[in-house]
T-cell receptor, first 117, second 112 residues
């Protein structure tokens, strides 16, 4: 099991460009979560998705940010017209269907570090 | 939504001493409380978790306690070792359909 795979690991963009971050959940996991981590800060929830469905996007900025988890392929976090304040580590996590466990045990990817020049 | 507060933000202990990190949460419906360890430049990794039907859970040198009435839970690390140095995050959530909300982390330094 390859675990949660994120790419790219490092991404550099100039102000105004677009950033696309990809996340493939662990095999058998159907829930994906995106978190942002700023230097010296904690993990801030952004969005929670299942296949073809956004469950909770309460932590995601209303403008410039979007996320999807299509039926086929990885989940994608898209940031349009990036600004310097978007520089951060973006972590994806996945969890299995919680039909019986009753708890969302998250497994994190290695993160994508976005630098906006 | 859920608000998780974590203290202290930094903690320095000598090797062999115990370390305690405390968290409070606001949503009385939360029933799952994991702790994650993040080493520098690495991903957060689950080290222990507790559910609301249990007051205490132990795994070797690590233990977590939960007080649902007071809405707080704590991580206890005994006989600390330098390799315990990392940032520790507490989190809380309700059951299915809700995301984890994390505290801001505690940077633990264990000095030899």
């Amino acid at each position: 099991n390859a675990g949660v795979m994120q790419n790219p690991r490092h991404l550099v963009r100039r102000r105004g460009q677009e950033a696309r971050l990809r996340c493939s959940p662990m095999k058998g996991h159907s829930h994906v979560y995106w978190y942002r981590q700023l230097p010296e800060e904690g993990l801030k929830f952004m969005v929670y998705l299942q296949k073809e469905n956004i469950i909770d996007e309460s932590g995601m900025p209303k403008e410039r940010f979007s996320a999807e988890f299509p039926k086929e392929g990885p989940s994608i976090l898209r940031i349009q017209q990036v600004v310097r304040g978007d520089s951060a580590a973006y972590f994806c996590a996945s969890s299995p269907v919680r039909a019986f466990s009753g708890a969302n045990v998250l497994t994190f990817g290695a993160g994508s570090r976005l630098t906006v020049l | 939504g859920e608000n998780v507060e974590q203290h202290p933000s930094t903690l320095s202990v000598q090797e062999g001493d115990s370390a305690v990190i405390k968290c409070t949460y606001s949503d009385s419906a939360s029933n799952y409380f994991p702790w994650y360890k993040q080493e520098l430049g690495k991903r957060p990794q689950l080290i222990i978790d507790i559910r609301s039907n249990v007051g205490e859970k132990k795994d070797q040198r690590i233990a977590v306690t939960l007080n649902k009435t007071a809405k707080h839970f704590s991580l206890h690390i005994t006989e600390t070792q330098p390799e315990d140095s990392a940032v520790y995050f507490c989190a809380a959530s309700r059951d299915s359909g809700y995301a984890l909300n994390f505290g801001k982390g505690t940077s633990l330094l264990v000095t030899p």
